[in-house]
């Protein structure tokens, strides 16, 4: 029994009470005023006695004019022990009083009371509340009761286990460890639950490994880039005053002294070149590469690298496709992989080189680090002692080497690794420790294998073109005074400029310039393109030559260069400088 209908029973229990009481007063009215009128004890003891019949009734007193009892009784408590409280909390107006008169004359001789018993039907209503509400909430408690421990049981303590799982961590590897299916419920909704974590682990884990090794690749390439485009600049400013000091001295000197540390200069502009390949950003020269052609060059020359005990076999693809890759890229590649074989068998043994054509599906592609399409692998195997599954998530980290001190630099593989996705292609390694390891190079092959024919005879040897005015704007002083000192004494008429505003500023006040020999990254605001832009508006036949130091920088965009615009890569031999000049001109 609700509250709201407890409050309601109550109400109109009091009422129908109260108008009982009216009626039984009505009733005994002319019975009583008599007994009183007579002082009648026997007849009011009677009167009274009939109404305590009444459950209603907890009290009568029957009074005479001057207030003395005649009669009086009163009924006996039921459940004392409530009955104090159920008076209390239910109380109400029970007292009825009625003046007794005299039928003849309308005087009063006395007067009746009537106690209504009101809390009898109250107390029956309060105890079907109480026992009510008792049993809900001894109800609503056992349920509760019962719902925590199921959940307790099925959800929580499961959970819970699938928590600490989760925060747990392999200080071996620092990763997350996968969650232990709960005992009993590797089939249920919980272990569906548990599997489905379980995958979405095991690809965070993989997608944290490639974004780490993606921001240790962009870390490391940004810092390689800048040291390379300082580095290049020295070496251009070293190559560039030994020719010109080469051309001072008498040739035996020249052969003894300069020519080395001219060789030396350039073989380290070819390990600048190298930093930048692991990192991608070493600047290719695309050509139609036949894979088969560069395996028969190498194999020539290994001979001589490759100890008797090692057995070299090759299985070459008769119709292999064609490539369009970095052919010095490509050939650096193959020779890594070679040499790294040879250390691996350092007892002898077999080294495979194979290639082949394979097509990528776009069902294949979706779950692999390689676009659908049509790709030529190059293989290399060697039978040596491989690479644990510990060092094998490894061997393309920059630096990363397992050979002794001054064996070997690390920039290997991570050079491969940086060339081949730079060409648009993968590296797959598969490696079994003590049976060996395979190398796999995935290249796309060419749409178009038919070399290009030259544009115009702009690519026929260059003529010789006196006195003509080339603007040279370069921000290394060093650098500009070479260049300005070769090309003078190669017969141009020079004008500098340190920036490209100050280029723009000295191109309205020279002679009209013949050519514009520029660096890409220049202090100022007119960086190189913007420079040539700029310059062209004024005098659209401006030919131009870029310079640069990082390959990034090499990058300019279609609409700001023209086909015959020349891109040289610091840094540029005196020979190379003034080819490229004359190509220009010519």
């Not at 495979?352 to 394979?358: C, D, F, L, R, S």
């Amino acid at each position: 029994m609700g509250i709201g209908q407890f409050s309601v029973d109550l109400y109109d229990q009091r009422s129908a009470s109260r108008e009982g009481v009216q009626e039984i007063l009505d009733t005994v009215d002319p019975l009583a005023s008599q007994a009183a009128y007579e002082l009648d004890i026997q007849s009011a003891e009677e009167l009274i006695t009939g109404l305590i019949a009444n459950s209603t009734i907890h009290s009568v007193v029957l009074l005479d004019d001057e207030n003395q009892v005649l009669a009086e009784r009163t009924r006996t408590a039921e459940r004392p022990g409530l009955s104090s409280l159920v008076d209390w909390a239910l109380s109400d107006q029970r007292h009825f009083e009625r003046k007794l008169y005299h039928q003849n004359y309308e005087t009063s001789v006395g007067s009746i009371i009537l106690e209504l018993d009101t809390n009898r039907t109250s107390r029956e209503l309060l105890y079907r509340a109480v026992l009510d509400l008792m049993f809900g909430i001894i109800r609503n408690v056992l349920l509760v009761i019962l719902l925590l421990y199921f959940f307790r049981t099925l959800v929580a303590t499961p959970l819970v286990a699938i928590s600490e799982n989760l925060e747990e961590l392999d200080h071996q590897t620092d990763e997350l460890k996968l969650v232990d299916f709960p005992a009993g419920h590797e089939n249920d909704e919980l272990g569906l639950i548990v599997q489905s974590i379980n995958d979405n682990l095991t690809r965070e884990r993989e997608i944290s490994k490639q974004l780490l090794q993606a921001q240790k690749l962009e870390a490391i390439g940004q810092l390689t880039g800048g040291v390379a485009h300082d580095f290049n600049n020295l070496l251009a400013i070293i190559m560039g005053n030994l020719e010109l000091l080469e051309e001072t001295v008498p040739k035996e000197k020249a052969d003894s002294f300069i020519r080395p540390a001219i060789a030396a200069a350039q073989r380290g502009a070819g390990l600048t070149k190298n930093m930048l390949s692991f990192a991608r950003r070493a600047r290719l020269s695309p050509q139609i590469v036949d894979i088969n052609d560069v395996v028969r060059n190498t194999q020539n020359w290994t001979a001589r690298v490759l100890p008797a005990t090692i057995t070299v076999e090759t299985q070459l693809h008769e119709s292999l496709w064609k490539v369009r890759c970095d052919l010095v890229s490509i050939e650096s590649a193959l020779v890594n992989l070679i040499l790294n074989a040879r250390d691996a068998m350092p007892d002898g043994g077999v080294l495979k080189i194979e290639t082949a054509n394979i097509t990528i599906e776009e069902h294949d592609s979706k779950s692999s680090d390689i676009d659908p399409g049509r790709y030529v692998v190059l293989a290399v195997t060697d039978s040596g002692y491989g690479i644990s599954k510990q060092n094998l998530s490894s061997i393309f980290e920059p630096f990363f080497t397992t050979k002794g001190p001054g064996a070997g630099s690390g920039l290997g593989l991570s050079m491969v690794q940086g060339f081949t996705k730079q060409s648009g292609g993968t590296v797959r390694v598969a490696s079994e420790e003590g049976k060996g390891t395979t190398f796999r190079l995935y290249l796309p092959a060419a749409t178009d294998v038919a070399e290009p024919s030259p544009p115009n005879a702009r690519t026929s040897a260059p003529t010789e073109t006196k006195r003509a005015r080339i603007l040279v704007v370069e921000d290394e002083p060093e650098l500009m005074d070479v260049i300005v000192t070769v090309l003078t004494r190669n017969g141009y008429e020079l004008f500098s400029a340190s920036s490209g505003d100050a280029a723009l500023d000295l191109f309205d006040t020279c002679p009209p310039i013949d050519l514009l020999l520029t660096d890409i990254i220049m202090p100022g605001k007119l960086q190189g393109p913007k420079l040539v832009k700029a310059l062209r508006d004024k005098q659209p036949s401006l030919r131009a030559v870029f310079m640069s130091g990082y390959a990034s920088d090499a990058i300019v965009s279609e609409d700001e260069l023209r086909p015959e615009d020349i891109r040289l890569m610091k840094p540029v031999s005196s020979a190379e400088l003034i080819k490229s000049v004359k190509t220009a001109l010519a």
